[in-house]
Each structure stands twice: as C-alpha cells, then as structure tokens.
C-alpha cells in the first residue's frame, strides 16, 4: 500500500526566510504532485515532477524529485504572506485497483507572518 | 477551456437522511472523474473513481456510493447519512490516469 508522508505539518515563517517542506512515499511512483489550498477553498495544482531529478520553479516555490530517496521537496524562498495555505503533495499509485490514482499526504500548513 | 462545477457549496443534513451531490465537467470528453473528503484538518481520502459511464471503483467501503450516468456527470449518494459522513467534498477530473486532477469548489457537509 502506497503512503505518503509530509512533514512539518504546521509551519510557521517569518517573511523573508526560507524554509523546505518534505514529502517521503514508501513505493515506486511514476510522478509526484504538488498542489495548493487556501482556506475553505478547493485544490489548485501547482507541480508535477515526472522524472528523477526534476526541479520546477515558479515564483518563490520550487520542487525536486528524488525517485531513489521516494523523496520531494518543496522549497520556499524569501517568504510572504501571500504564500499562506495549505500544501498538499501526491504521488501517482502503481498498483493495483488505485492504479495510477492520486494518494495524498496530510497536508503542511504553512503560516507567513511579519 | 474546460470548467468544473460542483454542487450544492455547502449542505447540513440529519443523521439518516439521504445525500446527492452532483458535479459535471465542461470542455473535455471521457475525463477520468474522482470523488474525495477532506475531514476536518486532514488530508484527502480517494472515495470513488470512474474511467467511463457506468465504471465506477470503490476506494473505501461506506455507506456511500457513487454513480455515472453521462460521460461528464458524477453523482455521490447516501441512503443514510451518518455523523462521520461529514467532510469537505471534493469532485476532480482529469484527462487520463496519471494527469493532474483540476479540482472543483468542493462541497461542505455537515450532518448533525
């Protein structure tokens, strides 16, 4: 059975600092995800990695992909408030009856304060 | 472009009543449909999937159940509602096993 684990689960930064938030999954996988959630709100995708060794970046945000280590990252650069919500990864299933369906992780709360 | 659309956004309801939550998709055809609930500060749990009309997969067995009566509509239902029925639901759609899932608004249910 497929698990994905994240960690921290509650963050909390100053603006302007760094940080990485982690997302470890216990078996081989095709792809992982990366998506957004703003309070009481849906799901906004931000990443898909695909291969080992992918990094993506867009704005402050940027993710790798380490197939070998079943590890991704999701580091924050110089952060700001409007980064506040919750982030969710989610790696692809490849096997059986959830085959190629998304298991997700619990989600890290990231809080930006000033 | 293709839109989503959930409904109702938000649903309080008794113990042991029904349930009918509908979502269709706009602007694509034969997307892969999903079903999820976000409980109260945990992550999302995969309920139900479909890859075609009338094709659906159970993630986890519950009182509730899901249906696909056209290539763009999937219905989540219950008989009887219970406490632990309650959550944030989330329909999704995607172009094919292993593409990024769009997410619609999501439903709030509340039993009581």
Not at chain 1, 7 to 35: A, V
Not at chain 1, 36 to 57: I, M, W, Y
Not at chain 2, 42 to 53: A, D, N, P
Not at chain 2, 68 to 91: A, T, V
Request: hydrophobic share 35%; with cysteine; aromatic share 10%.
């Amino acid at each position: 059975e497929l698990k994905v684990e994240q960690n921290p689960l509650f963050l909390s930064m100053q603006e302007g600092k760094n940080y990485t938030i982690y997302c470890n999954y216990s078996t081989t996988s095709d792809r992982l995800y990366w998506y957004r959630q703003d309070p009481g709100k849906s799901l906004e995708s931000l990443f898909v990695l695909l291969s080992n060794g992918a990094v993506k970046q867009e704005g402050r945000l940027m993710a790798s992909l380490d197939t070998k280590a079943r590890l991704s990252t999701l580091h924050i650069t110089a952060a700001v408030h409007d980064l506040s919500a919750t982030y969710f990864c989610a790696v692809s299933s490849n096997y059986g009856g959830s085959q190629g369906n998304l298991i997700f992780g619990k989600g890290t709360k990231l809080s930006v304060k000033p | 472009s293709q839109t989503i659309h959930q409904w109702p956004a938000t649903l309080v309801q008794p113990v042991g009543s029904p349930l009918s939550l509908e979502c269709t998709v706009e602007g694509t055809s034969n997307p892969n449909l999903y079903w999820y609930r976000q409980a109260a500060g945990r992550g999302l749990q995969l309920l139900f999937y479909s890859v075609g009309i009338g094709q659906i997969s159970s993630e986890v067995p519950q009182n509730l159940s899901a249906s696909r009566p056209q290539d763009r509509q999937f219905i989540l239902s219950s008989k009887k509602l219970l406490l632990s029925d309650s959550g944030f639901y989330l329909c999704a759609w995607s172009v094919a096993t292993n593409s990024p899932l769009h997410f619609g608004n999501g439903t709030r249910l509340t039993v009581t």
